[in-house]
C-alpha cells in the first residue's frame, strides 16, 4: 500500500464517521437538562438577600418644622431667640405696676412730666353753631 | 430562540445560553458536538460501548464547566477533543488495549447500501483494516493521525488538543502515516489496491 492508498482509505473513513446512537444522544440532554443552571437563579437573588432594608425616615414632628420654617424664615435660630426674649420683656412690663418701673424710667432725659392740652376748645364739638 | 438561530449560533454562545438556563442551548449543543465527541471516541478506542461511555461523560464536564467558562479563552471542540483523549487515554491504559477495535466494525459500514453489495463488503473490510490498523499505532500517534486525517483538525489546532508543538505533531501524524502503511501493506490484495 502507497500514501495515495492510504489516503483515499482516510478519506473513505472520514466520510462515513461512527454514528452516535439516540440512546446515547438523550442521555446526554438528560444530562444537560440536570445540570443545567436554571434560569430564575441567574445571579439576582443573592444580590436581593445581601442589601438590608434602609431604616424608614423619621418625619419630624409639626413644632419641629414650624419652629425650623420660621427660623429659616427669620434668618436663623440666633434671630429667633432675640425676638422670643423681647416679647417675654413686653409681656413682663405690661403686667407690672408702672411704680416700680421707676428705676426704669428715672435715667430718661423726659422724666419730668408736661401736660399737654391738645384740644383745648373740645366744647366746640358739643355746641351747636 | 428559534432552531434556525441556534444552528446559526457560535459554540461559545451556545454555552453562555445554557448557562442562562435556556433548554434550547442544551438541545443544540447535543445536537452539534455529541457526534463528533462519539465519533473521535470511537476512533481512539475501538469499541462502542466504551465510546458512548467516554462521550457522555466528556459532555457531562462541558455541562458543569458552563456556568464558569469564560469566553474567548479556549475554543469548545478543542476543550472536548483534549477531554476525550484523556479519558480514552485512561481506558486504554486500564484495559491493557486488550480486545480493542471489535466493536468498530459495525460502525464502519456506510450507511446508505450502494448498488453493489460486494463493493460494500469490500469498504466494510477496509475500515475494518484500518481500524485494526490504527489500534496497533502508539497512543500519541493515534491521536495525531486520527485528529488530522478523520477529524480534519489543523496541526496548530492538534498542537493545542495534544498540549505539544507543532513540529511535534508533524512528527507524530507522519511516523503514525508509515506505521499504517506498513501494517496495512501485506493486505494490499485484499483490501483492492492491488490492481
Same mark, same amino acid.
Given at each position: 500500500?502507497?500514501? @495515495?492508498?492510504?489516503?483515499?482509505?482516510?478519506?473513505?473513513?472520514?466520510?462515513?464517521?461512527?454514528?452516535?446512537?439516540?440512546?446515547?444522544m438523550a442521555?446526554v440532554l438528560e444530562?444537560a437538562l440536570?445540570?443545567q443552571p436554571r434560569a430564575a437563579?441567574v445571579?439576582?437573588?443573592? $444580590?436581593? %438577600?445581601? $442589601?438590608?432594608? %434602609?431604616?424608614? $425616615?423619621?418625619?419630624?414632628?409639626?413644632?419641629?418644622?414650624?419652629?425650623?420654617?420660621?427660623?429659616? @424664615?427669620?434668618?436663623?435660630?440666633? $434671630?429667633?431667640?432675640?425676638?422670643?426674649?423681647?416679647?417675654?420683656?413686653?409681656?413682663?412690663?405690661?403686667?407690672?405696676?408702672?411704680?416700680?418701673?421707676?428705676?426704669?424710667?428715672?435715667?430718661?432725659?423726659?422724666?419730668?412730666?408736661?401736660?399737654?392740652?391738645?384740644?383745648?376748645?373740645?366744647?366746640?364739638?358739643?355746641?351747636?353753631? | 430562540m428559534p432552531r434556525d438561530t441556534m444552528s446559526a449560533t457560535s459554540d461559545e454562545a451556545l454555552l453562555a445560553l445554557y448557562a442562562r438556563g435556556e433548554p434550547a442551548a442544551a438541545r443544540a449543543l447535543t445536537q452539534r458536538l455529541v457526534p463528533r465527541?462519539?465519533?473521535?471516541?470511537?476512533?481512539?478506542?475501538?469499541?462502542?460501548?466504551?465510546?458512548?461511555?467516554?462521550?457522555?461523560?466528556?459532555m457531562?464536564?462541558l455541562w458543569?464547566?458552563a456556568?464558569?467558562w469564560?469566553a474567548?479563552?479556549?475554543?469548545i471542540s478543542?476543550?472536548?477533543?483534549?477531554?476525550?483523549?484523556?479519558?480514552?487515554?485512561?481506558?486504554?491504559?486500564?484495559?491493557?488495549?486488550?480486545?480493542?477495535?471489535?466493536?468498530?466494525?459495525?460502525?464502519?459500514?456506510?450507511?446508505?447500501?450502494?448498488?453493489?453489495?460486494?463493493?460494500?463488503?469490500?469498504?466494510?473490510?477496509?475500515?475494518?483494516?484500518?481500524?485494526?490498523?490504527?489500534?496497533?499505532?502508539?497512543?500519541?500517534?493515534?491521536?495525531?493521525?486520527?485528529?488530522?486525517?478523520?477529524?480534519?483538525?489543523?496541526?496548530?489546532?492538534?498542537?493545542?488538543?495534544?498540549?505539544?508543538?507543532?513540529?511535534?505533531?508533524?512528527?507524530?501524524?507522519?511516523?503514525?502515516?508509515?506505521?499504517?502503511?506498513?501494517?496495512?501493506?501485506?493486505?494490499?490484495?485484499?483490501?483492492?489496491?492491488?490492481?
Open positions: 500500500m502507497n500514501e @495515495s492508498d492510504l489516503d483515499r482509505l482516510l478519506g473513505a473513513a472520514r466520510a462515513n464517521p461512527p454514528a452516535a446512537g439516540a440512546g446515547l442521555r444530562d440536570a445540570a437563579a445571579p439576582q437573588a443573592p $444580590v436581593q %438577600a445581601a $442589601v438590608r432594608p %434602609a431604616p424608614p $425616615v423619621r418625619r419630624p414632628g409639626f413644632w419641629a418644622r414650624l419652629g425650623a420654617g420660621l427660623g429659616a @424664615s427669620l434668618g436663623g435660630s440666633g $434671630v429667633l431667640t432675640g425676638l422670643g426674649g423681647a416679647a417675654l420683656l413686653g409681656l413682663a412690663a405690661g403686667y407690672a405696676d408702672p411704680t416700680s418701673l421707676g428705676w426704669l424710667t428715672d435715667g430718661l432725659p423726659f422724666s419730668t412730666s408736661t401736660q399737654l392740652e391738645l384740644l383745648p376748645t373740645a366744647e366746640i364739638f358739643l355746641t351747636e353753631g | 465527541v462519539m465519533a473521535y471516541a470511537a476512533r481512539l478506542l475501538g469499541d462502542r460501548a466504551e465510546a458512548e461511555d467516554v462521550a457522555q461523560e466528556a457531562l464536564r458543569r464547566a456556568p464558569g469564560r474567548g479563552e479556549a475554543k478543542t476543550w472536548l477533543y483534549r477531554v476525550v483523549t484523556n479519558l480514552a487515554t485512561d481506558r486504554l491504559r486500564r484495559r491493557g488495549r486488550r480486545g480493542a477495535h471489535v466493536g468498530l466494525d459495525e460502525a464502519a459500514e456506510p450507511p446508505d447500501p450502494g448498488p453493489d453489495a460486494v463493493a460494500q463488503l469490500a469498504e466494510g473490510d477496509r475500515m475494518a483494516a484500518l481500524n485494526g490498523a490504527l489500534a496497533a499505532l502508539p497512543d500519541r500517534q493515534r491521536e495525531a493521525v486520527v485528529l488530522r486525517h478523520l477529524e480534519g483538525l489543523s496541526n496548530p489546532e492538534i498542537a493545542e488538543v495534544m498540549g505539544i508543538g507543532v513540529e511535534a505533531v508533524e512528527s507524530l501524524t507522519a511516523r503514525g502515516k508509515r506505521a499504517l502503511m506498513a501494517s496495512l501493506s501485506g493486505r494490499r490484495d485484499d483490501l483492492g489496491y492491488g490492481e
